[in-house]
């Protein structure tokens, strides 16, 4: 039924977001709680900072970050904010590069209240299985690459594209062209499936894209109900 439908729509290939469309997640980057726990893990990397400091300092190198860039809609890398914290705070020789990335999963599992798939999403991808399948998220590879993996979420899809890795995110239309290149399709060939109508509905239907939210997609290709 769902191939008969993208069929039918002249649709050959999909383009997926990750978070609150895949992916069931809250976090909290404002409690002193995420901070306490990477504070102390960072102390056997040979990083030495205190929460308050950590936290302080992780919101100032993001804001500084974010307003050095000369985009509409800049991104932020977390490893390398991370990278440059351990490097200022290093009490020994440390390889900066390889904490920093493990310092910025750790500071994600500090941050996580909440973390599951949404069972109708996957279902929707099993019906969509024969279709190329890309993820435009605007995600930290550092992490949201694991977190793909961890819920078997990775190989599902031809390309995963992260605005981490281009400095800029959505809306910005680019991260979406991005996708059709590496598809080869045009953009009314593409539909986009999302839960944020600024980020993603707005911007694909403006480049011609078919465009949806996750829940209607849901229940325009059936699989809403518990089975």
């Known amino acids: 039924m769902t191939v008969t439908k993208l069929e ?17 997640i809250k976090t909290d980057e404002d409690s002193i709680n995420t901070y306490e726990p990477v504070s102390k893990w960072l102390i056997y990397q040979g990083v030495k900072i205190s929460p308050d400091d950590l ?6 190198l993001v804001k500084e970050s974010m307003e050095g860039r000369w ?6 890398n977390v490893q390398e904010v991370f990278t440059n914290i351990c490097k200022s705070h290093a009490v020994w020789k440390i390889n900066a590069e390889v904490v920093g990335a493990e310092a910025s999963c750790a500071f994600r599992a500090g941050s996580l209240r909440h973390l599951q798939v949404f069972p109708q999403s996957m279902r929707l991808l099993r019906e969509m299985e024969s279709y190329p399948k890309i993820v435009v998220s605007n ?25 981490s890795d281009f400095g800029h995110k959505k809306p910005d239309p680019r991260i979406f062209l991005e996708a059709t290149k590496l598809m080869g399709l045009e953009p009314g060939e593409i539909m986009s499936i999302g839960d944020n109508f600024e980020n993603d509905i707005v911007p694909s239907s403006r480049l011609g894209m078919k465009a949806m939210h996750i829940e209607e997609a849901w229940k325009f290709f059936g699989v809403n109900e518990p089975r």
């Open 8 to 24: 039918e729509m002249g649709i050959k290939g999909l383009i997926f977001d990750l978070y609150n469309t895949l992916i069931d």
């Open 55 to 60: 936290k302080a300092e992780y919101h100032w």
């Open 71 to 76: 985009e509409k809609y800049p991104e932020v």
């Open 139 to 163: 995600g930290q590879r550092v992490f949201s690459e694991r977190e793909m993996r961890y819920f078997g979420l990775f190989d599902k899809f031809k390309h995963v594209i992260f605005s």
